[in-house]
């Protein structure tokens, strides 16, 4: 594979952003297409204008990190974590291509978030995921080891954080 660099999203990334966020997403059935756009909106969309980098090689997006500084004034987030955003203030939404998973792309992008935060002065990230999904391995090998675990809607989310 040819050299990747990773970057600021730009407006002509975004249909190879969107494709990878259809492609990732575990929802797939809407009411309508209103619904299916504000779901886009809500976890895609809105992180536009925040802190959005990609993985890019030979003109093809890899994968891309969403990020925004501040959780506690951030709405997408969820209240039964509020009392973690003081330490861990940043979040973050990740995803890669199915062909870039296993090459270090996440984990390069996941370091350029980091960096990025650091140099805006944030102290903390983290992210929210189910207890038992696929994915907690790879962001603790990526250093979150904070774990706080909760309830909501009768499923068991976890909030993994790291200290920046």
């Known amino acids: 594979m040819a050299q990747i660099l ?6 002509s990334d975004l249909e ?45 997006i890899l994968g891309y990190i969403l990020g925004s500084t501040e959780s506690s004034s951030d709405e997408l987030h969820l209240k039964i974590f509020e009392d973690c955003y003081e330490q861990f203030p940043a979040h ?32 903390g990230l983290h992210l929210i995921t189910a207890s038992g999904a696929r994915n907690v391995s790879f962001y ?4 979150f080891v904070q774990r706080v675990e909760r309830i909501f809607n009768g499923k ?5 954080g790291k200290t920046l």
């Open 6 to 11: 990773i970057r600021d999203f730009e407006e």
């Open 16 to 60: 190879q952003v969107q494709e990878i966020f259809w492609e990732t997403s575990t929802r797939d059935q809407f009411n309508s297409i209103d619904e299916r756009f504000a779901f886009q909106n809500f976890y895609l969309n809105s992180y536009f204008s925040k802190i959005c980098l990609v993985a890019e090689s030979s003109n093809q």
């Open 92 to 123: 973050l939404h990740i995803n890669c291509h199915e062909s870039a998973r296993g090459l270090g792309v996440g984990s390069r992008l996941v370091s350029a978030l980091e960096e990025r935060l650091r140099s805006l002065g944030v102290k």
């Open 140 to 143: 603790e090998k990526n250093g």
């Open 156 to 160: 068991s989310l976890l909030l993994l």
